[in-house]
């Protein structure tokens, strides 16, 4: 059964407590990598369990609970990308792990939420549901839904069906539509502080808590996610190749990393190249922890103006990331231009 995480249990209180202002709309935000899924599939089992204990918390006994853990509960419907549900091989998974767990089934599925998939819900709330009673909708991550589907929600929860409540997670809330944004009750969803993110970690098993989180840029599931999935390996041999750029090759880097999430990529190389330019005018570093006498090294011979434009470019590519045609000669450009950009004076 999913907990909810320590960080969450006072927002839960208050939360669960403000029950009436809800509306028939929540929208949470936050952080990607800070545990709003798992929050939400929590909240969904919590208010369809017949016996919640004490917290107003499922009790993960009754018959409800055992739906909703097992085969899916009746009267709970989730929308997310296809991509989604290929990776984790259920109908989703934990939290965040969309921009991590790439996979080559994951490349060729949808990363969109689909306006079919949105016009699917009207059976479920207009017609199924197992008792006559309460109903929820989760959609995650909200900001996937395509124009089409945005604009099939909102004219659902502008004349909101009866009983149902839709719950949306976002990490972006800035890309849902306003008209969306302001038909839902909105919620900011609490991130922990260092302290408090490494003590989890170090109890989840982890066993760098400090340099994984700054790695994966002070979310604590992105985080966790880092150390215990595959990405640990990829990321390390992308340090070495990138921290030597003498001895980088970009053709042998690409083809090891092919098969990772290429925006995951994107955003290292993006945070590598946040270090450099950090230390540059701080002396401080804030992702790569571990490679400080690295960073210091190759950031006092880089052009900091070049290193500057090609890190701005690296923000155009994030966005081609997730469509590539061909995943390794993106990969291949993306190492060519940053073994150029290093060879600057
Ligand atoms: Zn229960």
Partial sequence: ?????????????????????????????GKQGAGKYDFARRLAQSLLCTEPAAGLQACGRCASCGWFEQSGHPNFYQIVPEAFSAVTGESAEKEESDDKSGTATKKSASQQIGIEQIRKLN?????????????????YP????????????????????????????????????PTIRSRCQQLAMPLPDVAASVAWLRQQGVNDPDECLAAAGYAPLSALQ?????????L??????????????????????????????????????????????????RYFLKQLPAIQTLS??????????????????????????????????????????????
């Avoid at 909102?154 to 069906?161: A, V």
């Avoid at 003498?246 to 995951?264: F, G, I, N």
């Fill in 226 to 234: 880092l150390a215990k999935g595959g990405d640990a390996q990829s």
């Fill in 123 to 139: 059976d479920f709330v207009y017609l199924t549901g197992h008792q006559s009673g309460f109903k929820i909708v989760l959609i």
């Fill in 1 to 29: 059964m999913r907990e909810i995480y320590p960080w969450q249990q006072a927002f839960w209180q208050k939360l669960l407590h403000s029950r009436r202002f809800w509306g028939h709309a929540l929208l949470l935000k």
């Fill in 142 to 177: 909200a900001e996937a839904m395509n124009t089409a589907a945005a604009n099939a929600l909102l004219k659902k929860l502008e004349e909101p069906p009866p009983d149902v409540l839709f719950i949306l997670v976002t990490h972006q809330a800035q890309h849902l539509l």
């Fill in 236 to 285: 390390e041999q992308f340090i070495r190749q990138v921290a030597d750029p003498k001895r980088l090759d970009p053709l042998q880097l690409a083809e090891a990393l092919q098969q990772s999430s290429l925006p995951v990529v994107v955003n290292w190389l993006q945070k590598w190249c946040y270090d450099l330019i950090s230390y540059r005018t701080t002396g401080k570093v």
């Fill in 300 to 345: 006092n011979q880089l052009n900091p103006l070049a290193c500057g434009a090609f890190a701005r470019e690296l923000n155009n590519k994030q966005k081609l990331a997730h469509h590539p045609l061909n995943p390794r000669l993106f990969l291949e450009d993306l190492f060519i231009a940053y073994a150029a950009m290093t060879q600057q004076r």
